[in-house]
């Protein structure tokens, strides 16, 4: 399988470099190889499961933009709320003040039929004011303005003029937030890879509907900027199967490797008398020397150890050039009767305490950009025989060396409540027989 992540990540890069030797207005080649790839994002399994962890990863940043977009949004409501509020409360702006608010409210405050900021501030006083849109804020800004200049040449005469000129500066520093938001949205709809595959895959569908008998399905047509997204797309794609994506499966077949062939010899090895201290260093033996089998200088805790890298070890592997994988080993195990219960509490333990450590890895590699995108893994060797499959994550891996295999597993988990539904009941008191007085 490592050899199917490096094929196909040749093949993309083989792509990508075709696709950036044909000229932008040679649509025909472009178009054939467009479709390549669409096939490819949307029937490859590697290439789909790489476009599914870089959009994972990109999910965080679509949260962070959202709490802004929300943050600037909010602020400008709730502003226009309290404006509405001051200038509708009775007694509190001079008659002339209200009738220069009136004149200024009948500027229109949307691109929207017989909408005015009168009637927008009007929705906010009933709380009752739709979302605005960050385009909005523009179409809004002219009608706030010149209500602005309005009140500032009545702040003299009306005292109660002072709040709702400071909920129109607030209302403009949205207006400056907002601007800077949609620039954000830009670069963020570009650097998603999400719309080109879309794109990509509708280009593929279209070639495949071209080919049907009996159609009248023209060919794609040619897309302002997607050849640009698409060279943008596979090499992420690659960056991802190469970094990340293989190391993983590496370490599935790790597990696999573990669970299948060694389970006897390693629960043997770490049952010896002598290995009562040494069971963490056993399994690493095992681990470092089937990663480097697979193809990778593995980086354990021979080299790292509670977020610390020797810095001649990691020269040493750039002058191997050999690809380093990072991995935190854990061990839960009770194969000895004084060690305590591999329990499911401990497992997790002992992941939260291996992200400790990986956090530490993580700042160092963030000092040396040729290993930023080197993903720290970690792996918990354990006998629980609790349930624990649901603690895996993206980063963390289970290996399961019990004696008891995952359908006895789950028997023994329903066994307590099967022994209460058929548990006698036990006779109440009252109907207790007692012994015959004497």
């Known amino acids: 399988m490592r050899d199917d992540h490096s094929t196909i990540a040749t093949t993309l890069r083989r792509l990508a470099n075709t696709i950036s030797l044909i000229a932008p207005d040679d649509w025909v080649p472009l178009r054939a190889h467009l479709v390549s790839v669409g096939r490819l994002c949307r029937d490859h399994e590697l290439v789909r499961a790489a476009i599914l962890e870089i959009r994972r990863r990109d999910g965080d940043d679509d949260e962070r933009f959202a709490r802004r977009e929300l943050a ?75 209500l602005l200049d309005q009140l500032n040449q009545r702040r003299a005469g009306d005292a109660n003029v002072d ?50 008998p009996e159609t009248h399905a023209l060919p794609p047509r040619g897309q302002d900027g997607l050849a640009k997204g698409t060279l943008w797309l596979l090499e992420r794609i690659c960056d991802e199967l190469d970094l990340r994506t293989t190391r993983r499966f590496a370490l599935y077949r790790l597990r696999v490797f573990f669970e299948q062939f060694e389970h006897e010899k390693l629960r043997a090895a770490l049952e010896r008398p002598e290995a009562r201290r040494k069971r963490e260093a056993i399994l ?134 099967e022994r209460d539904a058929v548990a006698k009941p036990v006779p109440s008191r009252a109907r207790r027989k007692r012994p015959p007085h004497r």
């Open 284 to 417: 690493h033996e095992k681990m470092d020397r089937f990663l480097f089998q697979d193809g990778y200088f593995p980086l354990t805790n021979v080299e790292a150890s509670r977020g610390n890298i020797d810095t001649a070890i990691v020269e040493k592997v750039e002058r191997a050039g050999v690809p380093p994988i990072l991995v935190e080993l854990k061990q839960v195990t009770d194969i000895h009767p004084d060690a305590p219960r591999a329990t499911r509490t401990l497992v997790q333990a002992a992941i939260e305490t291996a992200r400790t450590e990986v956090q530490a890895y993580r700042g160092f590699f963030a000092s040396r950009p040729q290993w930023a995108g080197i993903q720290p893994f970690i792996v918990v060797v354990h006998t629980s025989r609790d349930l624990v499959k649901d603690l895996e994550t993206d980063d963390v891996i289970l290996i399961d060396l019990s004696d008891a295999r995952p359908s006895t597993r789950r028997k023994e988990a329903k066994a307590p409540n």
């Open 72 to 146: 600037t949004i909010d602020r400008a409501t709730g502003a226009l709320e309290r404006i509405a509020d001051a200038m509708t409360e009775d007694g509190a702006l001079h008659p002339a003040t209200r009738h220069a608010i009136r004149q200024a409210l009948e500027a229109r405050a949307r691109a929207m039929p017989k909408q005015s900021l009168g009637e927008l501030l009007g929705a906010a006083r009933a709380r009752q004011l739709a979302p605005l849109a960050l385009e909005e804020f523009d179409l809004l800004w002219n009608a706030t303005e010149q």
């Open 163 to 212: 709040p709702i000129v400071t909920d129109l500066m607030t209302f403009r520093g949205a207006h400056k937030r907002a601007a800077a938001v949609i620039e954000t949205r830009t670069v963020l709809e570009y650097r998603s890879i999400g719309r080109t595959v879309a794109r990509l895959v509708q280009h593929a569908v279209e070639w495949d509907a071209a080919l049907e």
